[in-house]
């Protein structure tokens, strides 16, 4: 047995998600199946020597011969100021040309990606490689010629899951103007704090979106995005505005010239344009993606075009083993990191064919998923735990009730159980598809931890191995290497840089030292790489066979149903309500969602406690970060456990949440209030 021990994870006076982890006995190793329709890519002979460590980095020139580049590069990787890396130094490219125009002699009849609305009544709409390029060149040529955007100025894009986003990004690219795609269900506030922090020139948006059977109006979302960030002191110069239906607007609030335009009016003129495709530096940026991390501001994670475009096209191919013929369906949402990789960058990259779904995976009810891909013929399907675990709550044998014709299963997002694994294997994939567990981050770009696809046996709860050329490690609070097999869990990072990794925190280089390397760096000064591990904040623990189990943050992140939220971002959101004095969020266990946040806060003297102000609280949350950061519960307590020099004890008010014994109180100030809080917690009074 290989139970991972949480007491040995890295002590945080936060309690962290370590200590609440899920624990599951090792299970037994499950064989890839044999009768897949053709041996899959990774079936390479010799492909595993040629990625062997001693070979790194030059092995990552197979991942940049996946792409199309105007100029070859000179150099794989330019280390010489860690953890600053250069990938393919010299190369130039263009991130469009790769997902598109690369794909158009012989493919332009071909299905780039297949649109499919929430409303069943409403067909697939098929966009073709040629529609694809028509439609990114015509907003390319409008940004350019229209708007005179140049090069490295940023685009906000709140948009929905409908064409316009990848066709959005795929324009920006085309120009070289670094995206932030910002998820649809965030807040207008949100999304204003991030186009300021981004500086963006443009936002781009929609009038809304249907979402569970329900029109979700976005105009309202833009006018409070422009006034937040007017009032953090930059304003979008223009916020344009697409119909989610064109040729129908639905949004009743009328457009404010001049800032506000009708996107689709002002595309008139360019609908047959070409606009050419800028040849740009491998480091140049392609997209700011904006994730929580351990303080309340999110950090716009920087990704350059070369090495990212390669490291997503390099896992898409080895690891979701997809070639032109696959039809692939990736549920995420593009407004997350997934979606950039593994719905846009990757699969159009090698010319997939994408399904693109607007809405729920439970509209309207919760077998839309598999009829979706019983009817387009899903080959590869790549969704998360929690959608997992929602589709087999609700409709346990809805996929027998269908004919799929699954080859590969992935799943990405939070650690999967056994049990909701197996459903996964059984059911969705009727035991003759591989499932693919895969573990990365926002700032790793791509899959670093998963078993290769109809090859390696799979373990259900484990992620698996490190990834063709990564070659990660577990360890221990003073830095040394766990070995594998030990039983004992530690931080797991990654020794070495790849191209997927993050260029750096947009604005932030000191943060982006501090948060990802600081822990594990002995000498600042030094010039080697190796002195330079890559933090994931993700506890784990590594089996014998090699295997990473993956336990969960062991910082201040919430994972919700896949999704990441700052703790510190909550508790802020909580503090804006009159009448608070402090706050405390702490991540609680859900058998769907995996965690959600509960909130903890206590008042300012004259303040009385009131079911009203606790529904304020989670109003404000709402408001300030999204209903996805909506709180289980908001406790309203007298005082909040502290330590001697004040600080708040989450560890304790996590354990009360998860209905543990609270643990060690001697370090408390305040140890009388533990009791109390239990109290009403376990009572729900
Ligand atoms: C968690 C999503 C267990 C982990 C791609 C990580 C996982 C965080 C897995 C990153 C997995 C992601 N097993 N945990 N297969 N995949 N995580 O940045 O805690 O949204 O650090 O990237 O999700 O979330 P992010």
């Known amino acids: 047995m290989d139970m991972p021990d949480p007491e040995r994870l890295p002590a945080s006076d936060r309690g962290g998600e370590a200590d609440i982890a899920v624990h599951w006995p090792e299970e037994p190793l499950v064989p890839p199946p044999r009768n897949l329709r053709r041996p899959p890519h990774i079936a390479e002979p010799g492909l595993r020597e040629r990625f062997r460590r001693d070979r790194f980095p030059a092995y990552f020139d197979e991942y940049a011969q996946l792409l199309t580049w105007n100029r070859r590069w000179d150099r794989t990787l330019d280390s010489d100021h860690p953890p600053f890396y250069r990938w393919f130094v010299g190369g130039t490219l263009n991130a469009s040309v790769n997902c598109v125009d690369r794909h158009l002699p012989g493919r332009a009849g071909a299905p780039a990606l297949i649109f499919v609305p929430e409303a069943e009544a409403d067909p697939p709409q098929i966009v073709t490689y040629r529609e694809l390029f028509d439609r990114v060149n015509a907003l390319a040529a409008y940004l350019a010629r229209g708007l005179g955007a140049v090069a490295g100025e940023r685009v906000t894009l709140h948009l929905p899951m409908t064409p316009d986003l990848p066709v959005a990004m795929l324009a920006c690219a085309r120009l070289g103007l670094p995206h932030s795609v910002v998820f649809s269900g965030f807040s207008g506030e949100a999304c204003g704090l991030r186009i300021a922090d981004s500086r963006s020139r443009f936002l781009i948006t929609m009038d809304g979106y249907f979402r569970n059977g329900r029109w979700v109006d976005l105009r309202e979302a833009a006018d409070r995005a422009y006034r937040v960030a007017h009032a953090q002191g930059h304003a979008p110069e223009r916020v344009l505005v697409l119909p989610r239906t064109p040729g129908h607007w639905r949004s009743e609030r009328p457009l404010r010239a001049p800032v506000e335009a009708d996107l689709e009016a002002e595309l008139a003129g360019y609908r047959s344009a070409r606009e050419p495709a800028r040849e740009l530096a491998s480091d140049h940026p392609l997209f700011l993606m904006y994730t929580s991390g351990t303080t309340g501001r999110p950090k716009g994670v920087q990704h350059n075009l070369g090495g990212y475009l390669a490291y997503a096209a390099g896992t898409t191919y080895y690891y979701q083993d997809l070639d032109p013929e696959d039809v692939y369906w990736c549920m995420a949402d593009i407004g997350w990191i997934t979606g950039h990789t593994y719905i846009v960058y990757g699969p159009l990259a090698l010319g997939a064919q ?3 779904y607007e809405g729920i995976p439970t509209y309207p009810d919760p077998e839309r998923p598999w009829r979706i891909a019983e009817r387009l013929g899903v080959t590869v399907f790549h969704t998360s735990p929690t959608a997992i675990r929602q589709l087999r709550r609700l409709a346990p044998n809805g996929p027998g009730r269908h004919r799929t014709s699954f080859r590969l299963l992935t799943s990405v997002g939070e650690p999967i159980e056994p049990e909701t694994w197996h459903w996964y294997h059984a059911e969705v994939g009727r035991g003759a598809a591989s499932v693919l567990d895969t573990w990365w981050q926002t700032e790793t770009g791509g899959i670093l931890c998963s078993t290769a696809p109809g090859i390696d046996p799979m373990k259900p709860g484990s992620a698996g191995p490190g990834v063709l050329g990564i070659h990660p490690q577990i360890r221990d609070e003073d830095g040394r290497i766990i070995p594998p097999g030990s039983h004992r869990a530690g931080a797991l990072v990654i020794p070495h840089p790849w191209p997927g990794q993050m260029a750096t925190i947009w604005g932030d280089p000191r943060r982006y030292v501090e948060t990802y390397f600081q822990r ?12 330079w591990p890559y933090l994931t904040g993700d506890g784990a623990v590594q089996a014998a066979d090699g295997y990473f189990r993956i336990l969960g943050r062991i910082d201040d992140v919430i994972n919700v149903a896949g999704h990441r939220l700052g703790a510190k971002e909550i508790e802020s959101a909580c503090l804006t309500v009159p009448g608070i004095a402090e706050a405390a969020v702490v991540p609680v266990n859900d058998p769907v969602k995996g965690r959600c946040p509960e909130a903890y806060v206590s008042l300012r003297s004259g ?7 606790a529904d304020r609280v989670t109003r404000a949350i709402e408001s300030r970060i999204g209903k996805i950061a909506r709180p289980t519960h908001v406790w309203i307590v007298a005082d909040m456990p502290k330590t001697r020099s004040g600080k708040i004890l989450r560890r304790v008010l996590s354990a009360i949440s998860n209905g543990r014994p609270p643990g060690d109180l001697t370090t408390l100030a305040n ?15």
Do not use: C, G, Q, Y
Not at 520 to 531: G, I
Not at 671 to 685: H, L, M, Q, T, Y
């Open 520 to 531: 594990f760096n002995t000498s600042p000064e030094s010039t080697d790489w190796n002195d």
């Open 671 to 685: 140890p009388e209030v533990v009791a109390e809080i239990e109290r009403r917690v376990r009572s729900k009074d």
């Open 607 to 613: 303040t009385d406690p009131s079911p009203e102000l």
């Open 354 to 356: 994408v399904v693109l």
